[in-house]
């Protein structure tokens, strides 16, 4: 079975500046995808990047990025110039390469709840 | 126009009652999803339905009863309230795909804060 971990319950940064978030997963596939979707205090569940594992390139997205190393399965965030917007939880997420879609499933983290100081 | 739109957003209930949330979504997907947040915000799959078809049922008791009539829509019946019900339903839907590109990204509603008291 997969699992995903992050391991930072809250994290602080001042807006402007950068910070990282963790994520680290479990699984024997091979083939599979990593999102990160973010949740602002309004509980909408908004898809931030996603990243294929036959990748080798990092998805960007704007201001996000990951840096994925599937050797050490481990998918972290960046988010840069950070902004009072980016206040949320923050999930990551696991899914199978399936032999069709109506297999996806997303494994979700426990989240890292995200505080933008100005 | 709102890709996933669910109703009613916040619903306050007594235990035992029987309560309904819809589910629609706008974006020509064939395959659509229940999750349920908890109170610690954990996000966990319920349901999910491929052209009008059960694929995965988590364990979830019998009194949720997912319907879908079409594949825009999927809606979750609850019977017999429970306190622990209480918790934020997210309907999602996401193309059927399996190789590259978006077709395995799943976008959810705004969600459906149950409450049951």
């Known amino acids: 079975a997969q699992t995903v971990t992050q391991s930072q319950p809250e994290m602080s940064v001042q807006e402007a500046e950068t910070v990282t978030l963790s994520c680290t997963y479990d699984t024997s596939e091979s083939n599979y995808y990593l999102f990160w979707y973010k949740q602002p205090p309004s509980r909408q569940m908004i898809l931030v990047i996603r990243?294929?594992?036959?990748?080798?390139q990092n998805a960007t997205e704007n201001r996000f990025s990951v840096n994925f190393q599937k050797a050490a399965k481990s998918f972290s965030l960046k988010i840069s110039d950070s902004q009072l917007g980016d206040t949320a939880m923050y999930f990551c997420a696991f899914m199978k390469h399936g032999s069709g879609g109506a297999t996806n499933k997303l494994i979700f983290g426990t989240g890292t709840l995200l505080a933008v100081q100005p | 126009d709102t890709a996933v739109s669910q109703t009613p957003k916040y619903l306050v209930t007594q235990m035992g009652n029987d309560k309904s949330i819809k589910c629609e979504q706008n974006l020509g997907h064939d395959t659509m999803y229940w999750y349920k947040q908890d109170s610690k915000k954990f996000l966990k799959i319920m349901f999910s339905?491929?052209?009008?078809?059960?694929?995965i049922n988590e364990t979830v008791p019998n009194r949720f009863s997912p319907k879908s009539p079409d594949k825009a829509h999927l809606n979750l019946h609850i019977n017999s309230l429970e306190l622990g019900d209480s918790a934020v339903y997210f309907c999602a839907s996401s193309h059927r795909g399996g190789g590259a590109g978006s077709g395995n990204t799943i976008y959810f509603g705004e969600g459906s804060w149950l409450t049951v008291v």
């Open positions: 339905y491929n052209n009008k078809e059960l694929i």
């Open positions: 990243q294929e594992a036959y990748k080798q």
